[in-house]
């Protein structure tokens, strides 16, 4: 028992870390923020989706790789926010190519069935 300090003590040493040792991973909210657009955006004919979703992953893997080099430069948090940014930048992506594709498919049997109407038959 030769380390007996409060319950607590290494809560506050991460939490002062973080306050005055650490900072906010870049473009982690921004990340976050594009990732729910994504989902969202998924049913605008899925074009913004996928846009967003890829803006979202492109700088969630800089964003990781600045934290791969130094983790204990930025907080806990903000990875776990470019995290949450990123799962959400996956499923916004694959919902709205999912969307698009669907939508295509859509276009080109509607595309089919009117060019095979018999519009210029004469009575």
Known sequence: ??????PNQENVNQQFNQQFGQQQLPNATAVLVLGIISIVG???YGIIGLILGIIA???SGKAKKMYADNPGLYTESSYKNMKAG???AIVGLCLSAC???FFIIYIAIIGTVISGMPWNMHY
């Open 86 to 88: 990123r799962v959400c």
């Open 99 to 101: 969307y698009l594709i």
């Open 1 to 6: 028992m030769e380390n007996q300090g409060t």
């Open 57 to 59: 992953l492109v700088m």
């Open 42 to 44: 998924c049913f605008c």
